[in-house]
């Protein structure tokens, strides 16, 4: 059987065989049962208070409409099976190719998995084989697809890069399209959706749109604790549960540390990087002192939790959850970083994404004949701004920079913190971004609440600016749109695992019933090409712990994840079905193998096919009627199953701020 899904030099390799066997416990191989991992679709609507009927919506309810059984003696359609399966596709190419990556990383030792050698970076201790990794995530806000040197830009990011070239990066990863709906996906294992964050906290109806995560979910850090894990929350959380004075002190569920931390530093959203507030530890308000910049205390408090970690916890594993706010707006760093980055963009956005997309051929993330879209038509073309105007725009791209050399900075003293506590040689690293970079333009809120003084320069604790149409476009290069669409420039962005301890180990030689895996090394600096989502981070993490996914947590009736574990895919033996949805806004998608539909709020559904149209430039709606109206209605039943309500009909749709963001690309008015 082969596969649909068919990237650049797609391997021929079978699916249905490879699942049958983990629908009794045990894989192709024979091999004993895995962590359970329930079918994306399989879990409730969000906010569904009946646990027992939406555990049978599993077996029946959700198959139906999709070919599928509940016996499963008709032949499923393969939408079916890719919707039951929860599914991605792997094309089985991970490849190390194009300009090497700086030597070095993070070390540690190889954790041997039941049956099978690892692949690099990842894979699965044997009882009383290895300890239980530590898990170090790492949380960007608004970074786009290419603002890391390592992954096309001119921007200084060495610890980064070097935990690139040491691990793998991923070229089709994916989020949610936003902050607070990929944070909840993330923490989660679930849609935003059934998370309960399908915009962002308003308190709308139905419950798939509430003001933080929902009753019937667990996150990683809950779930984790289990096993003895000691939880660690830094920065940014934006999931609900917190809020200034004594609110912030009260125990709302969904608090950090009422979600499984043990110790929390950081603010329940974004704003000023001179004067964040509400800020808080643990359950306490804080004061930005003197000197306070968000970035810099956000790294202070992580290596500060690892020290404590090092002197009173060290016997136990821990999870970290760094979340800087960098690069989100206001557009706010230090005089000394500004400095290194001034006037070197004042060729502008048009030339930055020319040099960015060569070099991301360079690197290998992307094949010789990739097309580069044009430029974002509300975007003004660069030989059309007046020269009064480019100094302001090279300003607000070297504070840009700036913010992602600062986090790299921090993030190179926590690595250092994690050598220092002894935890370097367990501990798997993993850097991502909440969604592309923001075209967001607040030019008409000159408004003190929002911290912006007129006549203030960009950059300054005074002002409030945003990068803009022009510099979005080229800080998520090559793609087409921007956070909050769900177009590849909202939603795929970096995705960086470093565990060096699985260098030596060799993928497991291939199944019988025809499915492909070569005998290889996965080498470092291996560049991943196929598709995972935010929401398989938990289900991996769980995987790796040990830990099994409950049915329940404290008296809660939990929804079932919808994500899978990425185990699979790191050892290079995962092949099945991919199909992911999203909403955001009105803003819709569904990828069903390597084919894509994408449309707009109010616009008319597009088709591509990434496997040939990775930049989606060739709208194959019009040619291809059949698969357009087969993955419009993958779409619709997914959309169903999950808790998307028409956009149009919620409190909110009246601004609708997606569209009210994009603007020409014209100097802020001091």
């Known amino acids: 059987m082969r596969h649909p899904c068919a990237f650049k030099q797609a391997r021929v ?27 994306a679709l399989s879990g409730p609507r969000a906010g569904s208070s009946s646990g027992t009927n939406n555990r049978a919506c599993r077996s029946s309810h959700c198959a139906e409409g999709y070919g599928l059984s509940r016996g499963g003696a008709t032949a499923p359609s393969r939408i079916g099976m890719a919707l039951l399966f929860a599914g991605r596709c792997s094309s089985l190419r991970h490849r190390q190719r194009g300009a090497p990556l700086a030597k070095g990383g993070v070390n540690s030792r190889m954790l041997a998995a039941v049956g099978a050698a690892l692949a690099v970076l990842c894979g699965v201790a044997a009882p009383g084989a290895a300890p239980r990794p530590n898990i170090l995530l790492i949380l960007a806000d608004d970074l786009g697809f290419s603002d890391l040197a390592c992954y096309g830009s001119s921007i200084a990011t060495p610890n980064l890069d070097r935990l690139a070239a040491g691990g793998l990066r991923f070229s089709q990863f994916y989020n949610a399209a936003r902050c607070c709906p990929t944070r909840a996906s993330l923490l989660t294992g679930l849609y935003p959706h059934q998370a309960g964050v399908g915009h962002m906290l308003q308190p709308w109806r139905p419950p798939s749109y509430s003001n933080g995560l929902l009753e019937n ?45 043990d110790r929390a530093y950081g603010s329940g959203g974004g704003g000023s990087y001179f004067a964040l507030q509400p800020l808080y530890l643990d359950r306490e308000p804080q004061q930005p002192g003197e000197g306070f910049y968000a970035t810099d205390a956000f790294t202070e408090n992580a290596v500060k939790f690892l020290e404590e970690h090092g002197r009173g916890h060290k016997d136990r594993p821990f999870f970290m959850h760094l979340c800087y706010t960098a690069p989100h707006f206001p557009l706010h760093a230090k005089p000394a970083d500004i400095a290194k980055y001034r006037g070197q963009f004042r060729h502008g956005w048009d030339a930055e994404r020319e040099r960015r997309f060569a070099k991301q051929k360079q ?23 007046p020269d009064a105007g480019r100094d302001e725009w090279d300003l607000r791209m070297a504070v840009h920079a700036a913010m992602i050399d600062c986090m790299d900075q921090g993030i190179g003293r926590v690595l250092g913190a994690v050598r220092r506590i002894g935890a370097e040689t367990n501990t798997m690293v993993l850097f991502l971004s909440d969604n592309g970079a923001s075209a967001e333009a607040l030019d008409s809120w000159p408004n003190p609440a929002r911290g912006h003084k007129p006549g203030s320069e960009t950059g300054t604790r005074d002002s409030h600016r945003c990068l803009e149409i022009g510099w979005a476009n080229a800080a998520n290069t090559p793609f087409r749109e921007n956070k909050m669409w769900v177009h590849e420039g909202g939603i795929c962005t970096p995705l960086i695992v470093n565990w060096p301890a699985g260098r030596a180990g060799n993928v497991a030689p291939g199944a019988p019933g025809g499915r492909v895996a070569t005998q290889r090394r996965h080498a470092a600096g291996t560049v991943v090409d196929d598709p995972a989502h935010v929401m398989e981070l938990m289900p991996t993490f769980l995987e790796l712990a040990g830990v099994d996914f409950p049915q329940s947590l404290g008296g809660r009736e939990l929804q079932p ?18 199909a992911l949805g999203w909403e955001h806004e009105g803003n819709r998608a569904f990828r069903l193998d390597s084919w894509k539909i994408v449309a707009t709020f109010r616009g008319g559904w597009e088709l591509y096919n990434l496997a040939r149209d990775r930049t989606e430039l060739d ?52």
């Open 561 to 578: 994840l919808a994500g899978r574990s990425l185990v699979p895919l790191l050892r290079g033996e995962w092949a099945g079905p991919c």
């Open 13 to 39: 390799r079978a699916c249905a065989t490879g699942r049958a066997g983990r629908a009794t416990g045990r894989d192709s191989r024979g091999r004993g049962p895995r962590p359970r991992r329930r079918p």
């Open 217 to 261: 979910t667990a996150t990683i850090a809950e779930l984790l604790r289990t096993a003895g894990y000691r939880n660690y929350h830094v920065g940014k959380w934006h999931v609900g549960g917190l809020g200034g004075g004594a609110k912030a002190r009260a125990e709302t569920r969904n608090h950090p540390m009422s979600r499984g931390f």
């Open 363 to 385: 690197l290998g993330l992307f094949p010789a004949a990739a097309k580069l879209p044009p430029r974002d038509p509300v975007a003004t073309a660069w030989s059309d701004v």
């Open 619 to 670: 709208n194959l709606a019009a040619r291809q009627p059949a698969k357009l109206t087969e993955l419009t209605a993958a779409w619709q039943s997914w959309a169903a199953n999950v808790g998307v309500a028409p956009w149009e009909d919620l409190p909110g749709a009246g601004y609708q701020p997606a569209a009210g963001y994009r603007k020409k690309s014209e100097p802020f008015a001091p």
